[in-house]
């Protein structure tokens, strides 16, 4: 019965969702990013599963039908009622994927100067995507065209590796991301990510919407001795 009542709280419901970004480009010539634009998404949701929700958009175009993993709707939608409501509604042992995953801690620099902290389950996925501006960080992308634009790409280090769990690896990412900012760097993490460890974007989602247009080699992938 409390399952039946989690999924029949979000028929029904309208939400918006992220449905993809892509670079604004300007400069002299025209290869600059320097906005991401974001589109959006409205339906309502009419049929859901476990894992998945349909949803019904209609416009004056016509009725647009889209099923949506729920996993991937979490990290897309804003609304924080209907995240909780879309991850409460999850099988508990899909619930605990996460924390049973191993993540790794690494950090983007250049030239010695580290301007990005973040976690992973595929660091090396994680770098292409970075090395291809695929993610919707305006300052990171600017940073990395920046370093691109010397003939280079960014250094890459793995601080810490296989941490267990999605929370304890959001936790290590906090306090490297502290130690980071006391220690001077010019970190170009977004605020919210430093300030709420549960960002709109979670990083599965992030890590699954978002591909790289190239594969680019790791440069350098060197273990730091963490400290703690």
Not at 7 to 32: K, Q, R
Not at 54 to 79: F, N, P
Not at 185 to 194: A, D, E, K, M, Q
């Amino acid at each position: 019965m409390k399952k039946l009542k989690k999924y029949t709280a979000l028929l029904g419901l309208t939400i918006t969702w992220l449905e993809d970004t892509f670079p604004v480009l300007g400069g002299d010539y025209m290869t600059e990013i320097v906005s991401i634009e974001c589109i959006y998404e409205t339906g309502v949701i009419i049929h859901v599963t476990p894992l998945s929700v349909k949803t019904e958009t209609v416009t004056s175009e016509g009725t647009t039908k889209k099923t949506h993993s729920k996993q991937r709707l979490i990290g897309q939608v804003e609304d924080a009622d209907i995240k909780e409501l879309l991850k409460t509604s999850l099988p508990v042992s899909f619930k605990s994927a996460n924390e049973e995953a191993e993540y790794d801690l690494y950090r983007l620099s250049d030239e010695g100067n580290i301007f990005y902290v973040g976690i992973s389950k595929d660091v090396e996925r994680r770098y292409k995507q970075h090395c291809t501006c695929s993610g919707t960080n305006l300052d990171l992308n600017l940073k990395i065209q920046e370093i691109l634009r010397k003939g280079k790409n960014p250094d890459i280090d793995l601080v810490e590796r296989k941490i267990k769990g999605l929370k304890q690896a959001q936790a290590r990412e906090k306090y490297w991301i502290s130690r980071g900012l006391e220690e001077g760097y010019p970190l170009v993490n977004r605020p919210n990510v430093i300030e709420d460890m549960w960002a709109n974007f979670d990083y599965d989602t992030r890590e699954t919407i978002i591909d790289p247009e190239k594969y680019v080699d790791v440069r350098r992938l060197k273990n730091v001795e963490s400290a703690s």
